[in-house]
């Protein structure tokens, strides 16, 4: 039975429109990167610059992108299929590539897992359905609770309603948030938190 505050948040997100993300965060592209057959993601930290770097499984193979700015640095299209892709591992690992050569990362996505769903200074991630099967990703200030108005203190993000969700969430270090479909990698980052 749906309370009379369930019936409410429904249809708070469903009156919910799509908006930037409020500062300090800013989209990394003017745009999603297409990423078609995605399988998941996972994060490490360039070992020179200190980036976030963002690992993308896919069905074409694997790529290592800057979360800063989004520049691809490294590609495999041919991954040992017994050892790299997550489902192969029971920690849901891959190894990594480019800088990270031979770092495991662990990947979120279509096999499992998952990615941290708020930072350590408050800001948090929600993944609701109130039209399943289109998700909406909720990103907001106050820990979550989503009261009031979108664009007070929480805001609908992206809306996935042309493609599967594989994961959303913010990276290990908190300055980056990161949202993958089964066609598309979209991607925020903020200065030091």
């Keep these: 039975m749906i309370t009379t505050y369930q019936q409410q948040l429904r249809e708070r997100y469903l009156a919910a429109t799509v908006t930037p993300a409020p500062e ?20 490490a930290v360039h070992p020179d610059s200190g980036h976030d770097l963002v690992m ?8 290592l992108f800057d979360a800063v700015t989004g520049e691809k640095i490294a590609r495999d299209r041919d991954p040992d299929l017994d050892t790299s892709t997550p489902d192969a591992h029971p920690d849901l690992t891959c190894p990594g590539l480019g800088p990270i050569a031979g770092v495991p990362v662990r990947i979120a996505g279509l096999f499992g897992g998952g990615l941290h ?12 359905s109130p039209d399943w099967p289109h998700d909406r990703v909720i990103l907001s200030a106050d ?16 809306h996935s309603d042309h493609s599967e ?3 959303a ?17 979209t991607l925020w980052t903020r200065p030091s938190c």
């Design 143 to 158: 820990g979550g609770s989503h009261n009031g108005p979108a664009g007070g203190t929480w805001w609908h993000v992206f």
């Design 117 to 128: 769903s708020t930072t350590p200074d408050g800001w948090t991630l929600d993944v609701v």
């Design 56 to 63: 993308v499984v896919s069905s074409d193979g694997h790529g």
């Design 169 to 185: 969430g913010f990276s290990p270090t908190g300055r980056t948030l990161t949202v993958a479909t089964s066609s598309d990698l």
């Design 165 to 167: 969700l594989r994961a």
């Design 24 to 43: 300090p965060w800013r989209p990394v592209l003017d745009h999603t990167t297409p990423i078609g057959g995605l399988l998941g993601i996972g994060f």
